[in-house]
């Protein structure tokens, strides 16, 4: 069964600091992986979408890596900032497939 | 424009009412998607319309009824719904279904719904 599993549930971190949020799958065969921000009642945004030949993918603060081997992947999130108060995604699509597979999300906390 | 609206933001409603909720998009996308997301909890897809036609319905029952006018249009028929159907309703949509290609899905802000 197609599984993606997020860690750690949840995360409290000061403004400025970073932090990495991580995302195990066992998703086969692999198409690609991506990375939704999603703030209380609202829908979801897009961060980064990787296919299995990219290893690292960034916007702005953002950078995704994806470790296709060992089947992980991480959202680092550089000098945080308060708006990045958000629940945070990792959904993996097969290439079997057309169904994606959400994981349960991390909720991150900045507090000031 | 990347936007995905959705009509209305919230909804109340009875069991033995019938409601609607919608979705447009004037992306040229021709996949358009139906979540259900409940608290604290990823989204659940439902529906997928792909070129105005119905490809995946993930066993919902039949209380949903979707409808796909055009290829903008997307709406969500309701009826006599139980309280646990109570959730956020995400409307999406993608140049193409096909997710095994890295298409942009773009998500609307969807509709509070809570049944009583």
């Known amino acids: 069964k197609n599984q993606v599993e997020q860690s750690p549930q949840s995360l409290i971190i000061l403004e400025g600091k970073n932090c990495t949020l991580q995302?195990?799958?066992?998703?086969?065969?692999?198409?690609?992986l991506r990375w939704y921000k999603q703030d209380t009642g609202r829908g979801p945004v897009s961060l980064t979408i990787?296919?299995?030949?990219?290893n690292t993918k960034s916007n702005g603060r953002y950078t995704a890596t994806l470790d296709a081997d060992t089947k992980q992947s991480s959202l680092h999130i550089t000098a945080s900032q308060l708006s990045d108060s958000a629940s945070y995604i990792c959904?993996?699509?097969?290439?079997?497939?057309?169904?994606?597979?959400f994981g349960r999300g991390t909720s991150l906390i900045v507090h000031p | 424009d990347t936007e995905v609206t959705q009509t209305p933001k919230h909804l109340v409603m009875g069991m033995t009412n019938k409601k609607s909720l919608k979705c447009e998009q004037h992306?040229?996308?021709?996949?358009m998607y139906w979540y259900k997301q409940k608290a604290k909890k990823p989204p659940e897809l439902m529906f997928v319309?792909?070129?105005?036609?119905?490809?995946i319905n993930e066993s919902v029952p039949s209380r949903f009824s979707p409808e796909c006018p055009n290829s903008s249009l997307l709406n969500l028929h309701l009826h006599a719904l139980q309280p646990e159907d109570s959730a956020l309703y995400l409307c999406?949509?993608?140049?193409?279904?096909?997710?095994?290609?890295?298409?942009?899905?773009?998500f609307g802000p969807g509709t509070r719904l809570t049944v009583t």
């Open positions: 999406a949509s993608s140049q193409d279904r096909t997710w095994t290609r890295t298409y942009e899905q773009y």
């Open positions: 995302c195990n799958y066992t998703v086969s065969p692999f198409s690609n």
């Open positions: 990787m296919t299995f030949s990219e």
């Open positions: 959904v993996v699509t097969s290439g079997g497939s057309y169904i994606p597979t």
């Open positions: 992306m040229g996308h021709r996949a």
């Open positions: 319309y792909s070129y105005e036609k119905l490809s």
